[in-house]
């Protein structure tokens, strides 16, 4: 489903979903209000992507929106307002959310804002990233909580880890050349953006 949103006193505009001819949104996901789909996006089937209360969300190109994930923020406006505390600046723009190009979020992977994730970065599956920022060519395992803190360039967090500091984020491990999950998100941006292709032609 691609839907408008509704008028509230946190939403003082209606938008219509902005979906790149090359994005695929499978029929029982739902995207709805002030999104941003760019190039090669493949939304998934039971994927909620709700601009309708923190907004704008963006999903970049060539990245993927699994089964079952969601992505949703904290109201973005009070009566016109900006609440800036929601918002997050990226390139002199302000988001609710912003998801990078070639960005991984993996089955009932939880992304909600304010929040960010970063190019060539893999978000696990059930893994929940809240009021943070996950910089480029990361991968958060499996199972992950990750609240109010910035994972830096090129760090993984280990499969049910728990991260609610940003002492505990800077000691985050880097990924080496013999992680065994670094070039999982290679593989998988192949698939999805194949996969976005092949329905979109359908």
């Given at each position: 489903?691609?839907?408008?949103?509704?008028?509230?006193?946190?939403?003082?505009?209606?938008?219509?979903?902005?979906?790149?001819?090359?994005?695929?949104?499978?029929?029982?996901?739902?995207?709805?209000?002030?999104?941003?789909?760019?190039?090669?996006?493949?939304?998934?089937?039971?994927?909620?992507i709700?601009?309708d209360?923190?907004h704008?969300?963006?999903?970049?190109?060539?990245?993927?929106?699994?089964?079952?994930?969601?992505i949703?923020?904290?109201?973005?406006?009070?009566h016109?307002?900006?609440?800036?505390?929601?918002?997050i600046?990226?390139?002199g723009?302000?988001?609710?959310?912003?998801?990078?190009?070639?960005?991984?979020?993996?089955?009932?992977?939880?992304?909600?804002?304010?929040?960010a994730?970063?190019?060539?970065?893999?978000?696990?599956?059930?893994?929940?990233?809240?009021?943070?920022?996950?910089?480029?060519?990361?991968?958060?395992?499996?199972?992950?909580?990750?609240?109010?803190?910035?994972?830096?360039?090129?760090?993984?967090?280990?499969?049910?880890?728990?991260?609610?500091?940003?002492?505990?984020?800077d000691?985050?491990?880097?990924?080496?050349?013999?992680?065994?999950?670094?070039?999982?998100?290679?593989?998988?941006?192949?698939?999805?953006?194949?996969?976005?292709?092949?329905?979109?032609?359908?």
């Open positions: 489903m691609i839907d408008k949103n509704v008028k509230t006193d946190f939403f003082s505009e209606v938008y219509i979903p902005e979906i790149d001819p090359s994005a695929y949104v499978h029929p029982l996901a739902a995207v709805i209000g002030h999104v941003i789909l760019g190039k090669n996006v493949m939304v998934a089937p039971l994927a909620a709700r601009g209360e923190g704008p969300i963006k999903v970049g190109d060539d990245s993927n929106v699994q089964d079952g994930v969601v949703h923020a904290l109201e973005t406006e009070h016109g307002k900006p609440i800036e505390q929601n918002l600046s990226v390139g723009q302000k988001y609710a959310v912003y998801i990078g190009t070639r960005v991984s979020l993996a089955h009932q992977a939880q992304i909600h804002g304010p929040a994730v970063f190019d060539d970065t893999f978000i696990g599956m059930k893994s929940l990233i809240f009021r943070s920022i996950v910089e480029e060519k990361c991968v958060v395992e499996p199972g992950c909580t990750v609240i109010g803190v910035r994972i830096g360039t090129g760090r993984y967090v280990p499969a049910g880890a728990v991260i609610t500091s940003q002492e505990e984020a000691k985050l491990p880097f990924i080496t050349e013999d992680y065994p999950l670094k070039s999982l998100n290679h593989g998988v941006v192949h698939v999805n953006t194949s996969l976005a292709r092949e329905y979109g032609k359908r």
